[in-house]
Nanobody, 118 residues
């Protein structure tokens, strides 16, 4: 079994920073891709940032220049450093990973709430 455990969400004022972490554990052969998605009530879950095993990164236009995604392969962990936070960044942030265990499978974390007050 593979699990994703997220941490680091919380309440912050606009202009502040937060760092999210997501650690994968279990019977892992390799991790192809890890990413962060955001969901707000009434809207579809959207990609915030992603990183491949080759360290290729991708960001939503709304977070470019403010957020940075990174990964520690030795710890099977992905991080999302969020700076200059805006109220529009509020939402539930979900970790996502394509992991080779017995088979390749797309896993999701349980989500962590990020609230940015104005």
């Amino acid at each position: 079994q593979v699990q994703l455990e997220e941490s680091g969400g919380g309440l912050v004022r606009a202009g502040g920073s937060l760092r999210l972490s997501c650690a994968a554990s279990g019977n892992i052969v390799s991790i192809v891709y890890m990413g962060w998605y955001r969901q707000v009530p009434g809207k579809q879950r959207e990609l915030v940032a992603s990183i491949t095993s080759g360290d290729n990164t991708n960001y939503a236009d709304s977070v470019k220049g403010r957020f940075a995604i990174s990964r520690d392969n030795a710890k099977n962990t992905v991080y999302l450093q969020m700076n200059s936070l805006e109220p529009e960044d509020t939402g539930v942030y979900y970790c996502n990973a394509l992991i080779h265990s017995k088979v390749y499978f797309n896993y999701w974390g349980q989500g962590t709430q990020v609230t940015v007050s104005s």
